[in-house]
């Protein structure tokens, strides 16, 4: 069982949960979470390049002269490459960079992500952080007086006269953070938005690449409640018969008409 500590906005440890690392797997397979971050990240590609080749600058096609006899080195069409004005060899076309992993792998790698958060001790669970409206301010606060999890015991330690510079090393102020929540909430988003290095989303729009590019992972009790629940509901299958076709598929298909049903007979 891993444990994971739960502190109020104030800073103050107030309790810790546990958590089974059997529910989000149990191990860790590094190449199918490089697999998946790559699928993300070149999913964000933006192809939109675009060159000219030959068949799209103006100038005739035609040969400029014969290719014997006139002393001159063997030419073609004006619009080639090498000419002055001409197109560019292998030009580049708009693309989609866009490609897709199975379902199943992609949810695994998701449930990789977070216990590798767990088994790191990057994870904190904040309690009692409650807004009416949007206020950057307190959010800000909490982050910035909550420590850092992973923090070493030398780092941990308070030294006398101290600059407010290296006793905010010691929290979760300027880090990369990502603040996950039951569900969505316009009003923490929008109070947690303009923090540099902060990430809002909810818990069932976790993706490999954001998990992982974000240092810490910061879930309220809800948030907790809500991802314990996604990783042990498991998508349901549809039945398959003996035959290897598809239950549903064959009970929803429509009655043979009588007419159908005679003339085969």
Known sequence: MLTIPVYNPSGERVGEETIDPADFGGEINKQLLHDVVLMHLAARRVGTVNTRGRADVAGSGKKLFRQKGTGNARAGS???????GGGVAFARRNRDYRYSMPKKAVRTAIRMAI????????????????????????????????????????????SVGES???????????????LGLP??????????????????????????YDVLRQRYLVLTRDALAALREQVQHRPA???????????????????ASPATATTES
């Open 237 to 255: 299958r549809r039945p398959v018969n003996g035959n290897g076709h598809n239950v549903a598929t064959e009970t929803s298909a429509p009655p």
């Open 115 to 158: 216990l590798s958060k767990f088994q790191d001790g990057q994870v904190i669970v904040l309690d009692g952080l409650s807004l009416s409206q949007p206020r950057t301010s307190v959010v800000a606060r909490a982050l910035s007086a909550i420590p850092r999890p992973d923090i070493t015991e030398t780092e941990a330690t308070e």
């Open 78 to 84: 004006k619009r080639t490459n090498k000419r002055k």
């Open 183 to 208: 569900a969505h909430d316009p009003i923490m988003h929008r109070s947690a938005r303009n923090i540099e290095g902060v990430k809002v989303a909810p818990v069932a729009e976790f993706n490999t």
């Open 164 to 178: 407010r510079a290296t006793a905010r090393r010691r929290t979760l102020d300027r880090r990369t953070v990502l």
